[in-house]
């Protein structure tokens, strides 16, 4: 193993070189390592400066968190003390930063005198996404640094900035074009040559003189629908306000009162499962690790619709051209001016400029033939869901694609192995199910079919790195994992309204769960027409109770599709939702009619009839071997259903609550709902298994469904 630092001296200058692939991540032994260089320095009187710089691709990814939990953590010197040091040190450090320098990485860099960087740097405090506040000494030094609002904005939106921005806003110094070392060292000898001071911060202040004296209960009024739940950004802005407050030495004993808070709540453990959920993700087990990743440079999209436009406009974002192709003109006029005026949205609003939209909509470029579809490495359908339309789809593109092209549908619903047999190269397909907008929303199934080759999975994986989703591979059923586990979820939101819930009362017990929507607002947003049109589908497996989702299919007979239409579970004038009588009149007639007692109903059982139906239907999935994981699960829901990220996931949740207590739950409810409870309450076995067994859903092991490998 190579040192984790090395040191070379330059002149007068020590320069201390990180290299630790990947990350230069902050363990012990790179903090051991960094805290020795320093003393060396420091000791050496021919040393007037110091540089801080990396060897690899980034300056550093932060603290190691595979520490957390562990003594190793504060093993000194602890990263809090190692900043400390560094910005006590009585000669000019100078941190030179490029690639990245997040989390703890940019801690070290406040803990510098001076800070440059390559323009195409990024910086940021992204803990807050794993449930914390920076802990080495970030919600003290960067306000005083940069002031209230900058930091305010970093620490609790956990987002990067680019450098021109830090330069901006007075966290870098410089920035710097050419060899960063070149730069870092002439930097220095300036510094020496000049005398320039040391910038500790322990010498400097926050400067509140501009501030209003309301601006910190503003900003959290301004963040408050975002950060709805989470208890974080919270504690982040109370440290920023200590930082106003205090002198640095109290600051920062604060920062670490607030930091061990944070560490304890369920909320960083739900927050550090799904960051680490979404590395596994990737790792599909029994995919040869030789299998390689096809060049993904042209892309080919059938049906220019809803979701084809939105899938477009990924690839537009991430620059690689598109050909959607349609059936007629018409629809592909309607369909590319659906993409533009997306964009001129973003637009409007300053996400992007005119030109930028003109430089995406070039990349895109409409088709009637499929002959044009001869190059694309990639082909993505997302035509009207029927099993014909797609067979004929992939017959046509089995004809004319190249070999080796990678043929995926976006199917909510049908069966990929049948759609793969329309082709003779079944190796190639796989499913892509994007979700609704398909160009905002990060969750990316990946349906792995019977035949699909570890090649096409490995290119599905790399493709979605590149537009930016979060892929979870699954295996072949209805509804794949995310809509699977919705309908229990769905049914009991169903099944309520006729025990006496409204839908008012279902959603707001849900959103108070935490849910970002209501299982009622949800289905009007997606509309009551697809519902009923996925239940004519499975006719045959629900026929069995005749209150399946009735109410779904009356309001569907009435026209009510939801917010399309203007009316559904709810009314709808000028998008705001109403309350409707109508619906509760149409739910107390049929209970009537099916002999269903009306009562009033609390907002605990709508949650746990809800949600561990929910986690109940994702055990059984992961006993079939349809989702690898449990965290899979999470990431589906988390990502693409609204599940709140502060919990973790619904299985992650199922872990914390106690799988005994979802179990006697669903048992519960199976003795107390009557035929209700005896048909849809069923504990799956791996719960009953894990129970016995006094495991969690977290240590199950990996399965492979048999109808996928
Ligand atoms: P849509 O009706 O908005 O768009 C479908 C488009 O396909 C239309 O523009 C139509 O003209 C075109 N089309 C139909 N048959 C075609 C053919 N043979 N060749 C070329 N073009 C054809 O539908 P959508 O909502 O975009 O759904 C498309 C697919 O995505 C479906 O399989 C659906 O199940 C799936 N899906 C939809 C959602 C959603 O929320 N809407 C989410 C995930 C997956």
Redesign the pocket.
Known sequence: MTEPVHYQQIGRIAVLRMNQPPINALGHAMRTALQAAYQRAISDDAVAAIVLLSDIGIFCGGADIGEFGTEAVRQPPSLPELCSTLDQSPKPIVAALHGTALGGGLEIALGCDYRIATPQTRLGLPEVNIGLVPGAGGTQRLPRLVGVPAALEMITSGQPIPAAKAHEIGLLDRLVEGDLLTAAVHFAEELISTSAPLRSCTTLSVDTRTLSPSHFDDFRASIARKTRGFVAPERCIQAVEAACRLPLAEGLKKEHDLFLECMATPQARAQQHLFFSERKATKVPNVSPQATARRIERVAI???????GGIAMNFANAGIPVKL????QE?LDK?LAAIRNNYLISAKKGRMTEAQVEQRMALLEGTLHYNDLADADLVIE????SMD?KR??FTKLDEVCKPGAILA??????DLNEIASATRRPQDVIGL????PANVMRLLEIIRGSATSDEAIVTALKMAKIIRKVPVVVGVCFGFVGNRMLEPYGREAHRLLLEGATPAQIDRALTRFGMAMGPCSMFDL?GND?GYLVRESRRGDIAHDPSYNLIGDRLYALGRYGQKSGRGFYRYENREQLEDPDVIELAETIAKELGIERRAIEDEEIVERCIFSLINEGAAILDEGIAYRSSDCDLVWVNGYGFPVWRGGPMHYADEIGLDTVLAGIERYRSRLGTHGETWFTPSPLLERLVAEGRRFGDALTQVAANTR
């Open positions: 059938i049906g220019a619709g809803t979701m084809g192709l349609e059936l007629k629809a369909g997302a035509a009207f869901e339309i004929t789809i549908s976006n199917t909510s619903t049908l199910h994007f979700f609704s997606a697809v």
